[in-house]
């Protein structure tokens, strides 16, 4: 296996990466995705460089790389929403390490799973988005899961009513916390029925984009999510309830898994252990021995 840097370019801008060549690489690739925080291309817990290598050694090539503003690559910060210039000069520079590379998956966690459904659709090269615990935050989803589930287990907690009949907690506090969630509920179901009948993606709410766009999508997708996470919660909370995702078809087209016990980052290595082995099994069965896609855009011109 060989690791180089490369440095390349994206608008006016000079992006940095590092790509995993297989010493007999494939014809399908994987571009990681940083998200859209404040990480760069090594990942938490440095997960994005062991699953960079661990690809690798199965023959599939991987590109990680820094999006504008961060790390070591040049430009302004643009955070999630603005990242399809950076994905796409991403995998044009994979595609042109690799030569016998004919397909690309994008790999994405919280943010940058977001923003992989955003562009996936528009790319014929893009065959799969492996997503993790996607970000479809709002005002009223957040609201939503904190009462389903962060109010309701903090009243099954013993320290919660030991703290009250120690007098260290205030009720009038928490419970102008708790109103306050119900008015954003109350505006956001108000404020979505106005722009339900948006055109542009880019204008609706991150739920509804997301669906629209994993909708539009071809290839395959496979969305996993922690089970100690209020992120990955919100997301689920929304397939569980959302009219336009139920009756989007999606959850009949897409793989799902979740991961009881995982936080958000997959802190502990038994569980990025498994989200290697679920990454690298479903690339496997699914992307990989593929005919060519029929296009007449599968070159380097995105």
């Known amino acids: 296996m060989n690791e180089h840097a490369v440095v390349f370019p994206c608008e006016e801008d000079a992006l940095l990466g ?22 760069y291309r090594v990942g938490a817990h440095r997960q994005f ?9 199965q023959g599939i090539p ?32 994979l595609f042109k390490q690799c030569g016998n590379l004919k397909r690309v998956m994008l790999w994405g966690e919280c943010e940058s799973a977001s923003a992989a459904a955003f562009y996936a659709y528009r790319d ?3 065959a799969g988005i492996f997503m993790v615990n996607p970000w479809i935050r709002t005002e009223a989803g957040q609201a939503k899961t904190y009462l389903k589930h962060y109010y309701w287990n903090r009243l099954r907690d013993p320290r919660f009513w030991q703290k009250i009949r120690a007098g260290q907690f205030s009720l009038m506090r928490s419970l102008k916390a708790w109103l306050q969630l119900l008015r954003h509920i109350a505006k956001s179901n108000g404020d979505s029925k106005k722009i339900s009948d ?23 997708t496979y969305i996993l999510t922690s089970g100690n996470d209020y992120i990955a919660q919100e997301f689920k909370d929304f397939t569980y309830s959302s009219a336009i995702w139920k009756s989007s078809g999606l959850q009949e087209k897409i793989f799902f898994n979740d991961m009881a016990d995982a ?14 082995e679920q990454t690298a099994q479903w690339l496997k069965n699914h992307l990989t021995d593929q005919p060519d896609q029929k296009s007449p855009n599968t070159n380097n011109n995105h």
Do not use: C
């Not at 060549?21 to 925080?37: L, R």
């Not at 460089?49 to 050694?57: D, I, K, N, T, Y």
């Not at 991987?62 to 995998?91: E, K, P, Q, Y």
């Open 18 to 39: 590092i790509v995993h060549a297989p010493d007999q690489a494939g014809t399908t690739g994987v571009v990681i995705i940083v998200a859209g925080g404040p990480q």
């Open 49 to 57: 460089v062991v699953l960079g290598r661990e690809l690798a050694r």
């Open 62 to 93: 991987v590109l990680r790389f820094d999006h504008r503003g961060t790390g070591d690559s040049n430009g302004s910060f643009r955070g999630f929403l603005d990242m399809d210039a950076d994905i796409r000069s991403a995998i044009d520079t």
């Open 124 to 126: 014929p090269r893009v």
């Open 198 to 220: 948006a055109e542009e993606l880019t204008s609706l709410p991150l739920p509804e984009r997301l669906t629209r766009s994993l909708q539009r999508f071809p290839g395959k």
């Open 263 to 276: 936080d958000h980052t997959f802190s502990r290595t038994v569980w990025r252990t498994e989200l290697f």
